[in-house]
């Protein structure tokens, strides 16, 4: 598969089998990982690989209570008692991401400090550093769509478990998890956006501005 393929067929997996993947196939993406853009040359960045079935289970159900969560601040609670809308939630999550308790790797992309920025560069080299992270995890991504691997970037659990999550990997306060992801064969990729999105998301005419802000091809209509 060649890159632009790759590029627009990943797409966030939430179903995943048990299908191992060979050590040879994660190396491969760890270093197309590695070899993302960091700014500043600062390589402020580690991958964990999560084999470790403890490990995998506990990161698992980490993410899954954190979407839990994270449904719960994002869907209307209407006439439900705050234990009915959470049980509500909790259960809509085990629903749509229980596979990831099969995910036969987990890969953690995070943001370790290498202190190499003077104060007056502190702030800005912070956000150099996360941007870093993430064009590794999508070099990551994209690359595992290209091996026929599904992956999907998880932070909103970190709103609410950071801590626990570095507690389960051995994290020092210092570094950072940004994210994690399950790492596997699905049994087949999502195509096109889901339904909820579908009706809300830009197309990318309305994204791309020629020369002046405003100068969308849509002619500024979207
Ligand atoms: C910064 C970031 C954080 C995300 N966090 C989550 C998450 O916590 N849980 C999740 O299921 N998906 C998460 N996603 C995946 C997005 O929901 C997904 O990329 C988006 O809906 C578009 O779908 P696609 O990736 O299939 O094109 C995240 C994506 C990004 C870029």
Redesign the pocket.
Known sequence: MDVMEAIRK???V?TYTDKPVPDSVVDDLLRAALAAPTGSGSQAWSVMVIRDADVRRDVADL?IA??AK?FAAMRPQRDLSDDEHREQCEAYAEQI?ATYRLAPVWIAVLLVPRDNYPPSMKEGGYLDDLISV?FAAENLMVAARAEGLGT??????QRFEKDRLRQILGVPAEVDPV?VTPLGYPESF?EG??AA?KRSFRTWKTLVHDDQWGNTRDGGEG
Do not use: E, M, W
Not at 152 to 157: D, E, I, N, Q, S
């Open positions: 990943r797409k966030a939430r993410v954190g979407g994270y991401l993430a999907v970037p998880t932070t909103a659990f994210l999502p956006l889901p999105l």
